[in-house]
């Protein structure tokens, strides 16, 4: 019996969850689809979930604007979902949903495959926005026990993710904020207004954003010689438990999906 899942958002076009998954159930040998869903309105996302508990789906990703319905609609949560306040990644089982996040995962990850030598450990980290990849972020680094700072226009917004995260995430809008960093997290959808000019030598830069792989935050950083990393690493980075959820096996490291990633984008390897 084929295994059916997908990924859900509004807009869904651009995503690149189909070609990943796509590529990991062919190299995998499944029986399994991964396909596209687009529901217009919130009560068509409810109505998706309805048939996952009918059976027709084994789980969905879960992307902008129904992260938090999906955590809201679900039965069961992991922590992680509950503190991160969404979920990208529904499971149907038997007539129920259980919900996760992976995306902190994910960030984690690329941050391994891409700036190894970083420790967060007792270190400043920095993030750019108060918003649902915010929080996931500001989760996973504080979890790694970094010590967090939301920096964000809106102060409450912030302020409200520095009460839900915990101890460990501080509030600032300060330039002093960015001094001690070992990293700055842009988690925002609009390129930031940062000078990286003041940034220590060393500092990680990362993007959340991959289109275009190498957005004006990253190219400033490389042009100042800092190591960076790009959001195609933490999408990769969160769909590899969310693979692993899903099908009940562990994505075939033979596959190269990244270089799959950057040919449906129109970038170099």
Known sequence: MTIRAGVAG???????????????????????HYGAHEPVDEDAFVDLLRQGRSGALAGLNVTAPYKEAALAA?????????????????????????????????????????????SVLGQAVVILGAGGAA??????????????????RTAQRAERLAADIGPAVIVSRSPEAFGDAVL????????????????????????????????????????????????????????RPSFRALFGVEPPPAVDVRARALSILGEAP
């Open 184 to 239: 700055v997290v842009n988690a925002l959808s609009a390129p930031p207004d940062l000078d990286v000019g003041p940034l220590e030598t060393g500092t990680v830069v990362m993007d959340m954003t991959y289109r275009p792989l190498v957005t004006p935050l990253l190219a400033a950083a490389q042009a100042r010689g800092l190591p960076t990393v790009d959001g195609l690493a933490m999408l990769i980075g969160q769909a």
């Open 135 to 152: 929080r996931a972020a500001a989760h996973a680094l504080a979890q790694a026990g970094a010590a967090v700072r939301i920096v964000n």
């Open 10 to 32: 509004r807009p869904i076009g651009h995503s690149l969850s189909p070609a990943i998954h796509g590529a990991w159930i062919e190299a995998a040998g499944l029986d399994a």
């Open 74 to 118: 679900a039965d069961q949560a992991t922590e992680t979902a509950r503190a991160v306040g969404a979920a990208n990644l529904l499971l149907f089982r038997d007539g129920r949903i259980q919900a996760d996040s992976t995306d902190g995962e994910g960030l984690m990850l690329a941050l391994a495959e891409q700036a190894p030598g970083l």
